[in-house]
């Protein structure tokens, strides 16, 4: 069976959230075992439950920098996620998702796959592009916009910083 990976902070309410679910039931529908991973996050959230219920795999772990040694297991699983996704994530997970640019700090180096997705998911009213140029360096990566106002947005950030990312837009609302 094929296998995806979608990364989030989160498993609030929100629209990441609600993003992060969409594809997670869309891969399973389609026979793609998706694998939603968290990090540095251990609180139990409103989609953990739904997730459950689906036979859905959330784990939830941090992939740099343990920051106590006050539980074993929580640093035994960071090590062995963060050695499973820089080595052998490419051999295990058909592509990476990660949802939002702004966890891509998260995700960059310490996923290794030749086929990462950024979901791009607010706008510049929600916050100023002010991304290192590092994140948008290789050319592997996609950016995906889902919605055409930032893809406009995002076009005005390039005019500063070279994006080597193939970019793509996918509707996510039908009326747009």
Known sequence: MRKIL?????????GAEKLTYELATFAQKNNIEPTILILENYQKEYYDDIFKQKKIKVVRTRLTGIKNFRSPLRMCRSLYWS????????AIYESIHVIGLYNIYR??????HNHRFFWHITNAIQGAYNFPESYFDNANDTIVYINPYQEAEFSNYEKSV???CKKILFKLFLND
């Open 162 to 164: 070279p994006v080597k």
């Open 6 to 14: 979608i990364v989030n902070g989160q498993l609030v309410l929100g």
């Open 83 to 90: 050695f499973k996704l820089k080595f052998f994530a490419g």
């Open 107 to 112: 995700a960059k180096d310490t996923i290794i």
